[in-house]
């Protein structure tokens, strides 16, 4: 995607490979974050295909278009392959893209390690969907998998299952220590931490957050696999242990997920604002301590999605108000993004329709985090369609948004070209539409009662399942726009300035676009 | 004293939000909210959800009104020069400090709330309710009932080939009693997989997880019926597995209790009496459609590689001892578990009688049924 | 690579064993902390009961209930199903359990209590839940001993407490779908 086609001046010689051996064994972080992310839109849209299958389904009371079993399965599948398929890859393609060049470092610092981490995906992808040919159907137990269904009651497929996520998580493990190294040893020279973009210091706090979770989740599912297979029983109370003690492994590797996926998006959302206010972002410093205070606090929460397990009265109130105290980081970022939009000088291209959405639809998905952290209002909302409301709002009009976003800011870096404006738009407004229409009712059902994990619901639940599944075949149908606008924009469009967009500050924008396919390979002078 | 100061300002302020915003007002909100239930623990959720609700109405249209004033009022065009502001520690402060505050005030109440719900010490009544793929099992500790508790509603409601009943799927064969102003305690166990009991209308949920028992408890003034459903991902028939509460007063439930332990004795007279194959076959339709269709089918297909077929099965066909072995006993290693505590005698009967009467087995394999007396027999010691 | 480049290659290494490490740590953690915190509500077997046999306290319920896990086809039930006992006393019953199977089985009891937080004063000299396996031959029936003190120290609000034992298969596979031999077994039998 860089330097291919129109590199007129320098490094000609230092030029890529040709053809398919080029993407094979590239090491230059340019053409990884290229792979990474189109892996990513590529699971994004069959994880998306599987969700129209869970809407249609739900569309009308009784069962039409396939039967419970298989139905499970698509939930499962959908769930794991959104969160380890498409927006971890996706940020960790971002990541790829921007850190070395936010860095002024010439590439990551494990290169060919980098490769190896791309390319173990689709691999840990094909065996994992490929268990939808089984005997027995893919797995079927939910994307949290919990004891004794993923066990004891599982289809044989969970063991591929459970091969597959071992990869994906030693994928991730190798990308963090990539990112720790390339952040804390490559910086150039006068690029203090506190003088490190947003997305940088977004990045390099996930990075941690990786190193210290993925292997607790490779120890849950060695766990099950030795349960399963080596007749051990950690899970299996007929042997002495807990089903419940699954759920306190998994979530203390899944709350901190949940936040990897979204610091990220908050990196991304302070530069787009930031540029398009063209206004210094408000509270760099704060911004800073609010990542990292709620990537600490992100540890000391993960019982709350387990409010219902039956733990005593002293767990349950120091998790519901640790789960609460959260929110002051997270305010003091929303604060920031406002304030810095506040007096500013702002102008609407696509990037910043998607980040100022981000803001506000992340926040109400925030809310409704904060009531779910209310333990006795989370009696009447757990497993309940009012939880799947609030993990699609921080999560689509959240990361997904903040991703979209960051496409349509840096693509012009770097491809060169400018993407259709009007197109872009077009598909901001589809996709808002979209989300809002498909989740917001979400949360009326499950306050009325639907639970979770369903195929079928009683009639009082039929009007707004049926316009939450309108709104989902709309945003489905947006997603192809969105692939129409980028590969458009891949192969031609209105020559983009190295600067881009005015307003933009960074490293990355003082070098060409599309960049040379090694950039910085002399340190630039950073000061400001 | 803490406790009962902050619970009574925790009452002021939810009194003047009801009033404010009164639940007569919103009561077409009844698909869209929570219900306020019919326990006075019901409602003190239903009031601690509205009040961190409208709190967080306040906090967005605050925060949103700054940002969409901006949005409109600091365009380029209208503000072609930015300010150029860009800290300021005193305002993070504020914004840190205020927040938290906030959290506190909310967090007293809900506190409060869930230690009230907490009191676990006993019941006047102890039910222990067992999840099961895919029903759920009743048993009445003091008063010694017990029974499962199935979904209703017709297949064919389900796909779409007759119109659905006003209670689509949250109707079900027998139905939990309980009698109005007395405390009702739960126990909640599974016996397979996790299940989660869930009585929106008492704010109850706990999980039921096989071998460690939960405990919850109500009471409820109100009589009703009042639906629940089962709220942890348990397998393929999650979604079809209800809850039925139905409070009444206290003379109507012991009429209950008396008919249902008459129940038991003409059940016990039910086993000794001499049926014929077609009584079996009817009572064994209905055991079946119950228990067996999940997994083995209307038309005893099965699902292949997973759930053997019954229809034209060795065993079902020529191996009566077998067959009774397998329902009995339930088979290692597989999920097809013992029937043995889940059937009485005669329903146990009846549904083998009935798999080797069906689908043209009869004709096909030895035809032998199975008569009450013989599954008590099966229980007699051995060697 | 520099030197700063590898130290922290090096540590980051550390970091990704050391909670791998951490995650299994988290078996027996999980266990000593219920132990001390007295929460999960599984009473095990206490080695100081005796201690616990004082002078009769004030009287209390208690209910024993069981379960048979996925359709165990053992007849297990309490001997006694409601008692009335004093604190402080030692208090003795069974539970009666048969083999109504023509296999030789083996068993394995779970207890809970509730309400949760009368786990630390239930002491138990002697439970059957203690033990590793219950073997029974074919028909073979037995009377399964308790043993147990509730300690005077007994929450004054609680006045009821639910013992619950659920009995398991332990010759369960620890997978039931999986391509074992039973599933051949089962295939050809029907």
Redesign the interface.
Known sequence: MSAVIESHDHEHHHGPAKGITRWLYTTNHKDIGTLYLWFSFTMFLIGGAMAMVIRAELFQPGMQIVEPEFYNQMLTLHGLIMVFGAVMPAFVGLANWLVPMMVGAPDMALPRMNNLSFWILPIAFTVLLSSLFMEGGAPNFGWTFYAPLSTTYAPPSVTFFIFSVHIMGASSIMGSINVIVTIMNMRAPGMTLMKMPLFVWSWLITAYLLIAVMPVLAGAVTMMLMDIHFGTSFFNAAGGGDPVLFQHIFWFFGHPEVYIMILPAFGITSHIIETFSRKQLFGHTSMVWAMTSIAILSFVVWAHHMFTVGMPLAAELFFMWATMLIAVPTGVKVFNWVATMFKGSISYETPMLFSIAFVVLFTIGGFSGLMLAITPADFQYHDTYFVVAHFHYVLVPGSIFAIMAAVYFWIPKWTGNMYDERLGKLHFWLSFIGVNVTFFPQHWIGLAGMPRRVPDYALQFADWNMVSTVGAFLFGASQILFLFIVIKTVMGGKKATPEVWEGARGLEWTVESPPPYHTFTTPPKVSQ | MFKKATTSFNCKVSSLLITLFSSQTFAAWDDVNMTEGVTAISKGVFELHMLIFWICVVIGVIVFGVMFYSMFAYTKKKNPNPSTFHENTKVELAWTIVPFLILVFMAIPASNTLTTIYDDSEGDINIQVVGYQWKWQYKYLEDEIDFFSNLTTDLDEIYNKTPKGEHYLEEVDEVVVIPTGKKIRFLITANDVIHSWWMPDFAIKQDAIPGFINTAWTIVDKPGTYRGKCTELCGKNHAFMPIVVKVVPQDEYDAWVRNKKEEAFKMAELTEKNWTAEELTQRGEGVYQKNCVACHRVNGQGLTGIFPALAGSDIVLNNKAKHIEILMEGVQGAAMQSFSNQLSEVDMASVITYTRQAWGNAQDGDGQIVVPKDIVEYKEPKA | ??E??KK??RL??F??????T???A??PL?NVFCDI?G????VTQSTNAESSITAEGREI?L?F?S???????WAFKPSK??SKIKTGTLYETTFYAKN????MMTA?A?N??????AKNYIKKIECFCFAEGIELM??E?ILLPIKMVVDNELPK????I?L?Y?I????????????????HE??S??
Request: proline residues 4%.
């Open positions: 690579m520099n700063g480049g922290t290659i980051l290494c970091a990704v064993l050391g909670m791998f951490f995650s299994w988290l078996v999980y915190t929460l999960n509500g599984k319920g209910q209930i379960h048979n896990n996925a359709g165990m086809p199903k409601v109504t199977t023509n296999k394995r779970v809970s209590v509730a309400p949760s937080n074919p028909g029936e609000n609680i006045k009821n639910v619950s659920t398991f298969d332990s010759n369960t596979e620890h997978s039931i779908t999986m391509d074992h031999d039973s599933d089962m295939e039998s029907i």
